[in-house]
């Protein structure tokens, strides 16, 4: 089904503010992360809203290959999981195992069948330092791009498990 809108004007009673990232499950449903309004919301397929995940400034949202909600925390490479049923985050990512060139870490991806499908198997884009690198278990085991790339600002992986980037230069 294509959609033309989504979520309501401010002028009504639940407004779309400032969305930054989007995913969508198998069932439909459609995932926004609002980085202004310090939440991830989720619409029904047919476009109702459904509920809401609070987090300080969701940077994007992405869906893992079993459908766990992965939400990219403001400018760094803060990354928590988000539990569907009581909303409440945990750490996906260890800030302390982070390269010390860590850039902005602008967006995440998941890489579906990298270490057998599992879902702690991502990429991140990371525009400050040039490259995206590939975390498993929440430990880096990859750096992709460095001399090539100028300024990845997006990832993502295809359905053929290619991975595609967006480099901004």
Known sequence: RAWAHV???LYQSYEMYEPAGVAAD??????VAQSAAGRI????????FGKSYILDNPADVELSPSGKILVKEGSG???WWIDKDSGLPSEALNPDIVDADWGSGEYCAFAPNAAGGADDAY???????ACVR?????????KIG???LERPLDVE????GNLVIADEW
């Open 77 to 79: 490479p803060s990354l």
């Open 146 to 148: 460095e001399g090539v």
């Open 7 to 9: 979520g309501k004007t």
């Open 123 to 129: 990429f991140l884009s990371d525009s400050e330092a």
């Open 157 to 160: 992986v295809d359905g053929n």
């Open 41 to 48: 919301d989720v619409y029904n397929p047919n476009g109702s």
């Open 134 to 142: 590939k975390y498993v278990g929440g430990a880096q085991t990859l």
């Open 26 to 31: 198998a069932n439909g449903k459609i995932f």
